[in-house]
């Protein structure tokens, strides 16, 4: 029986890395960006419809999201299931925890400074209007707004969760995936820190053809902090609405 566990991150803090570097053991999978919050989503918003209010089978409507989060992973051969997504709003906790029957989720936080993200979004993808593509991802339902919000509702809520900063993982990547194995209460792993192969899990890679710029792509001969300075890739305005949002 598959045991799950939660990633809670911002985009542009070595998600991928992470991955790569615990997808080489046998016994675990940290999964890309799910699609599984977005599904749960809607099917919530099925609860509105009159054709469900018109007959609220709510034990055969539990059942569905169930089974679709069962079945979405039933090809991972690995025994623990990291699924990385904005699971820390307080809308996917409460499924978790009553429909799903996970009590006690075990969340690992990955963090990244906000305006590092930013910066390095702008530094890669290279938009014509940076200000218009800083607001997109800051939204509530963009892409670094809506898993900061979930990160910082999992603190706030005082579920069992760690940090890994971005820092300590490319500087320290041993010790810190030793304190995830000691947190998850998994044995540890004699992993490779050079020489790895692109991230997959499921058997899959990324397919960043198509994204505007390979986001998924890491140096895999070795690991090394991606030195950054924010001022070279956002302006200042941008820099002074998004610098006190850290957790």
Same mark, same amino acid.
């Given at each position: 029986m598959k045991k799950y566990f939660f990633l809670?991150?911002?985009?542009?803090?070595?998600?991928?890395?992470?991955?790569?570097?615990?997808?080489?053991n046998p016994q675990v999978s940290i999964t890309a960006n799910t699609i599984l919050t977005d599904v749960f989503l809607q099917l919530l918003k099925l609860k509105n419809d009159e054709i469900y209010q018109n007959f609220p089978d709510e034990k055969s409507y539990n059942n569905i999201i169930?089974?679709?989060?069962?079945?979405?992973?039933k090809d991972y051969q690995s025994k623990f299931i990291i699924t990385r997504g904005p699971w820390g709003t307080p809308l996917n906790l409460l499924l978790l925890k009553t429909i799903l029957g996970i009590k006690k989720p075990k969340f690992i936080i990955l963090y990244r400074p906000v305006l590092e993200c930013l910066a390095s979004f702008i530094r890669i993808e !290279?938009?014509?209007? =940076? *200000?218009?593509?800083?607001?997109?991802?800051?939204?509530?339902?963009?892409?670094?707004?809506?898993n900061l919000w979930s990160i910082k509702n999992t603190i706030e809520s005082k579920e069992d969760y760690i940090i890994v900063n971005y820092s300590d993982l490319v500087n320290n990547p041993k010790n810190q995936i030793n304190k995830i194995y000691k947190f998850?209460?998994?044995?540890?792993?004699?992993?490779?820190?050079?020489?790895f192969n692109q991230f997959t899990a499921n058997e899959i890679q990324y397919n960043d053809d198509v994204l505007t710029a390979e986001l998924?792509?890491? !140096?895999?001969?070795? =690991? *090394?902090?991606?030195e950054i300075k924010i001022e070279d890739y956002l302006?200042?305005?941008?820099?002074?609405?998004?610098?006190?949002?850290?957790?």
């Open positions: 809670n991150s911002l985009p542009r803090s070595s998600n991928t890395l992470l991955g790569t570097i615990i997808n080489q169930k089974n679709v989060f069962n079945n979405y992973y !290279k938009p014509l209007d =940076i *200000e218009l593509k800083c607001h997109q991802l800051m939204d509530s339902n963009g892409m670094i707004g809506k998850l209460n998994i044995d540890t792993f004699k992993h490779k820190f050079e020489n998924h792509k890491i !140096k895999t001969d070795k =690991i *090394e902090m991606d302006p200042s305005n941008i820099i002074k609405e998004y610098s006190d949002l850290d957790i």
